[in-house]
């Protein structure tokens, strides 16, 4: 049962039955697939970054822009802009080396979709 959910800018899913590569992010003219622990890693530290930077709106005036990372043995993800705009970074720290990111507008649906993702 393959999912996959997409909106304006981004794109996520996950086919269990997949061989190596069980997930898929990507925009609306590129994608990658994932394994399913780098998939994992993914939906966990888009929402721990989306929690950083709604905590940190009461602590940065409203012209304040910042950057937060996370990183996993397989992914380094990053969230730059305003607690209410920011754009998403990800680089693979396995072999295959690949280094993407999201806008601002695509992320809070992206990381929507990623809390999701895994609840059937």
């Known amino acids: 049962m393959r999912i996959v959910k997409s909106g304006a800018g981004w ?10 590569f069980k997930g898929l992010v990507g925009a609306e003219d590129w994608a990658i697939e994932l394994t399913q622990a780098e998939l994992q890693d993914f939906c966990r530290l888009s929402m721990q970054l989306s929690n950083t930077m709604s905590q940190m709106e009461q602590e940065l005036m409203d012209e304040e822009a910042i950057a937060c990372e996370a990183e996993s043995n397989f992914i380094w993800m990053e969230v730059e802009g305003y607690p209410h705009a920011y754009s998403l970074r990800l680089i693979l720290n396995t072999g295959r080396r690949v280094e993407v990111s999201w806008a601002a507008d695509a992320v809070p649906d992206l990381i929507r979709a990623a809390q999701m993702l895994f609840v059937f």
């Open 11 to 20: 794109r996520i899913g996950f086919d269990p039955e997949a061989k190596e």
